[in-house]
């Protein structure tokens, strides 16, 4: 039976996500980080989740090893414009994200800090 199975690994994958992340309050995001909010809901939400909450395709930033002293702001620019072999989960390689430059970046890792200040991360 396909459909069972695949259902059990969804729960399987999902389970590794941190607490943290369901406790992330739904803050109000400051006007001057609307820019990155929006960049991060285009190129990024689709795995990392709304609020970088994570999904089933990708890891919450509301976890402790994405904080600045695990994963500095170079970690990030790194990602999008290279790419990640999956070495911390089981959601598989991260691709490099086309059409995201330097200063859009910027900006997503300002909404990304601000997040997780939100969240009590650091
Ligand atoms: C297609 C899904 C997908 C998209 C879109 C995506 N990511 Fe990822 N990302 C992943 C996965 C999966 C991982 C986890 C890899 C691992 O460590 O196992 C990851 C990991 C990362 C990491 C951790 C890198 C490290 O050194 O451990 C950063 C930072 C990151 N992503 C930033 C971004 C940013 C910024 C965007 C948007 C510009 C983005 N990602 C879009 C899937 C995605």
């Not at 996500?17 to 990024?44: E, I, R, W, Y």
């Not at 290279?82 to 910027?106: N, S």
Request: charged share 15%; net charge neutral; with cysteine.
């Amino acid at each position: 039976m396909l459909l069972p199975a695949a259902m059990a690994l969804a729960l399987f994958v999902a389970v590794p996500l941190s607490a943290d992340a369901a406790d992330a309050p739904d803050a109000n995001v400051p006007t001057a980080l609307a820019k990155g909010q929006a960049l991060f809901n285009t190129n990024c939400s689709v795995c990392h989740g709304v609020g970088a909450r994570g999904t089933k395709q990708g890891p919450p930033f509301l976890d402790k090893i994405y904080e600045p002293n695990h994963h500095a702001d170079s970690a990030f620019y790194r990602a999008a414009e290279m790419g990640v072999r999956a070495h911390h989960w089981r959601f598989g390689d991260m691709p490099k994200i086309p059409g995201v430059t330097r200063d859009d970046l910027t900006q997503i890792i300002a909404y990304i800090r601000w997040l997780q200040k939100q969240a009590g991360i650091f």
